[in-house]
């Protein structure tokens, strides 16, 4: 429980959100497995991950936006294909046997995708694949909406490998979608549970919210300063792959 081991789980939350934030992401998969690694009712925890994500990515999505990074007319038709897909997500009944297994997958896959290179610099051009990219912004964001995590971890690797755009413009993308789709998967959570429930884990979640406040400013100004990304890449697929492996022995 949440109440039980407020110092540990809150710097779990802490770490995650800085690791994440130093590469552009938002960490909602691991938020939501660590909450049900604590106890906590499976119910809340899409809750729970989806406003931490919103407060990790936020900051970035402007920071993106300010400095003209974000590519608005490519990254707004995959956030409109996501966003709707997310919110349906939401709003769709699972048995918590199924909500566990896949999150636990999800997080496996995601470690995996975290060690695929990313370039540094564009070099080449877009191949045929990317005018295919905004297809697979629906089922990302009905899986997004369905288990409480953003997708982008999941969009980013597939813009890269069809050089969708340069790898600053396919970041901010992903920042983008995973805060529109969190936003849109937390109003489907709430028609299916009841705004009672927001509540509720709004309540117990305040010193997580806190630390991923926290967290994810120090990440996505300083972490990516002090350690090479690739290898904030590298601690973050390892301490995911151990967590995702944990849940799924449990299922």
């Known amino acids: ?45 899409p809750l729970i991950s989806l406003a931490c994500n919103i407060v990790v990515v936020t900051g970035g999505s402007i920071r993106f936006a300010r400095a003209g ?26 048995r918590e046997a199924t909500f566990l297994a896949l999150l636990g997958g999800s997080l496996v896959l995601t470690s995996l995708t975290m060690l695929i290179p990313v370039r540094e610099r564009a070099n080449g051009a877009p191949l045929g694949l990317a005018r295919w990219m905004p297809i697979a912004a629906a089922p990302l964001g009905y899986f997004a909406g369905l288990v409480g995590i953003g997708g982008g971890i999941f969009l980013a690797p597939l813009l890269h490998l069809a050089r969708w755009h340069e790898p600053r413009g396919i970041a901010a993308t992903a920042s983008l979608f995973i805060l529109v789709n969190s936003l849109f998967g937390l109003a489907g959570q709430l028609l299916k549970n009841g705004p009672w429930l927001f509540g509720t884990a709004l309540g117990a979640a305040l010193p997580l919210l806190i630390a991923v406040v926290i967290g994810g400013q120090i990440g996505g100004l300083l972490a990516a300063r002090l350690l090479p990304p690739q290898w904030i890449r590298w601690i ?16």
């Open 1 to 45: 429980m949440i109440g039980a081991v407020p110092a540990l789980l809150a710097l779990a939350f802490f770490v995650t959100a800085l690791l994440y934030a130093s590469v552009g992401f938002g960490g909602g998969s691991t938020y939501s497995a660590l909450l049900a690694l604590s106890g906590l009712d499976y119910r809340l925890l």
């Open 69 to 94: 990074l974000t590519p608005w007319r490519k990254a707004l038709v995959i956030v409109a294909l996501g966003a709707p897909a997310s919110f349906l997500g939401g709003m769709t009944p699972i």
């Open 236 to 251: 973050t697929a390892a301490l995911v792959l151990v967590v995702g492996v944990r849940l799924l022995a449990g299922v």
